[in-house]
């Protein structure tokens, strides 16, 4: 864990036992949330969550871990002996004698959600994050802002688990929504962009849970995401925002924005299981847009297990087999219930039939259409000459259908070069370049109050370039004497 040269831990003490190098670690990440208030910095504040992750980890294991939080929140309301300079300015920052900062009570609550999610303790975490919620509405303090938004995190994590669960209409998930519209609000009055991102993104996951598809596109159209958003946060809100999209048919934009999340996504393996959400989704969008997904995306080591009843899915759309293609969707219909894609895979079933059909207008210039009954499992030729018509006027295939003699004959094919679509996937690819580069600009940092700097200096060097020059005229000094810094005005 990173930390300043002011807040290094008494190595004695760390060697005691376990439960005393969680207590000193804990302890030195409240001197950095104090750091962060002291030089107004977000960036202190977002290196203490981020050492969260080992941290719990020892709480959980070593047992006892509400009664060290404890320990905690006693030892630092404890009256200290130190008179060192970092002790005095703790002090000073505190509104009050004994009391602790903001910051540091709700870090030290997270930590408590933390251990009621890792124990299980549902219905106690969702009561504890209900009242922890009403406390930090009455704080209106930017450092505060990141613990904020994880706090409204764990709620929505706790509530998800209780009984009835989601997509339950008597779910306890609806009874939070209230609460999380008027953060929301309450966020972009304030300009809390970091709790506005995280609350957008949990009231999606909020609606999408409970099938409310119509509210979350709603509250896409009616509310702005912020650009400053962290890079976690635009994942997230970009999955959701295409899993809605998927739904509403909008396949073209669910795979941009899919894409978009993918490619997002932590490379660490910590963030595997979004990856693999994400993937899942996205394999699925491509066969309903009639592209086939690379093979190489399912030999991936992190999506290889993830992925195999999709690669069965794949395999069955790609083939044309539409009893192929039932059996899979039966034998994987609890895993695609549990991903959330079972909808979208039945969805497919049109996909195999107009692949089959694409197959067979390539393998054949001129085949009956009863002859395609039988290929394709299809129940009359009226059918059939149906599907047909509906592939041609989809652009899928390029034939003709004669009508009298019943059968389906396919034209030449021409050169791909000559159509547009060499040209659409270099677009493609140009635009997703020219999008990354705007989000690296975007995320740079800039010196505070550098321009300022820039112009004093400008304005200094005006005004000696102004006494040079009075100097010269007056004749006190020559051009020579001025050492070739004077251009003239």
């Not at 030290?108 to 009621?116: A, I, K, M, N, W």
């Not at 890792?118 to 106690?124: L, M, P, V």
């Not at 059909?357 to 149906?386: F, P, T």
């Amino acid at each position: 864990m990173a930390q300043d040269d002011e807040m290094q831990v008494d190595e004695p003490v760390q060697q005691l036992n376990g439960s005393h190098d969680v207590k000193d670690d804990i302890l030195a990440n409240l001197e950095v949330l104090q750091q962060a208030v002291q030089q107004f910095d977000v960036r202190f504040v977002l290196r203490a969550l981020r050492a969260i992750s080992s941290v719990r980890k020892r709480l959980v294991t070593e047992g006892k871990a509400l009664e060290t939080l404890r320990a905690v929140r006693d030892a630092r309301l404890a009256p200290s002996n130190d008179q060192s300079k970092q002790h005095t300015t703790s002090k000073k920052l505190r509104s009050e004698q004994g009391a602790m900062l903001p910051e540091e009570e709700i870090y030290l609550s997270v930590l408590e959600q933390v251990v009621y999610l890792d124990t299980k303790q549902y219905e106690s975490g969702a009561k504890f994050s209900l009242q922890l919620v009403d406390k930090i509405r009455s704080f209106n303090r930017r450092t505060l802002d990141p613990l904020a938004a994880r706090v409204y995190f764990y709620l929505q994590l706790f509530v998800e688990q209780l009984t009835p669960q989601p997509p339950s209409q008597q779910s306890p998930v609806l009874e939070i929504r209230e609460r999380f519209l008027t953060a929301l609000r309450s966020a972009v009055l304030r300009k809390d962009q970091e709790t506005q991102a995280a609350v957008m993104v949990l009231l999606l996951r909020n609606y999408i849970s409970t099938a409310d598809i119509t509210q979350a596109d709603l509250l896409v159209a009616h509310n702005q995401f912020p650009q400053s958003a962290s890079n976690n946060q635009v994942a997230r809100y970009l999955y959701y925002l295409g899993r809605i999209r998927a739904i509403q048919l909008s396949y073209s934009e669910a795979h941009q924005h899919l894409t978009s999340a993918t490619r997002k996504a932590p490379s660490s393996g910590s963030a595997a299981g979004f990856y693999q959400a994400s993937m899942k989704l996205l394999v699925v969008v491509e066969l309903l847009m009639g592209d086939i997904p690379d093979r190489a995306v399912f030999r991936q080591p992190r999506l290889e297990k993830a992925l195999a009843p999709y690669f069965e899915l794949v395999q069955a759309v790609r083939g044309g087999d539409l009893a192929g293609f039932s059996k899979v969707v039966s034998a994987n219909a609890d895993t695609f219930r549990k991903d959330g894609t079972f909808t979208l895979a039945r969805r497919l079933r049109q996909n195999v039939i107009r692949t089959g059909v694409r197959m067979l207008s390539l393998a054949y210039s001129r085949i009956s259409l009863r002859d395609l009954c039988i290929r394709l499992s299809i129940g009359s030729e009226q059918s059939a000459e149906y599907i047909v018509a509906k592939a041609i006027r989809d652009g899928v295939i390029e034939a003709t259908i004669n009508h009298e003699k019943g059968y389906m004959e396919t034209k030449r094919a021409g050169d791909v070069y000559a159509t547009r679509e060499p040209a659409e996937a270099f677009h493609e690819r140009i635009e997703a370049c020219l999008g990354l580069h705007d989000e690296c600009v975007k995320a740079m940092r800039f010196p505070m109050n550098q321009h300022k700097l820039e112009l004093k200096n400008a304005q200094e060097a005006r005004e000696r370039e102004r006494e040079l020059a009075k100097e010269i005229q007056e004749g006190e000094m020559d051009e020579d004497d001025a050492g070739g810094e004077f251009d003239g005005l």
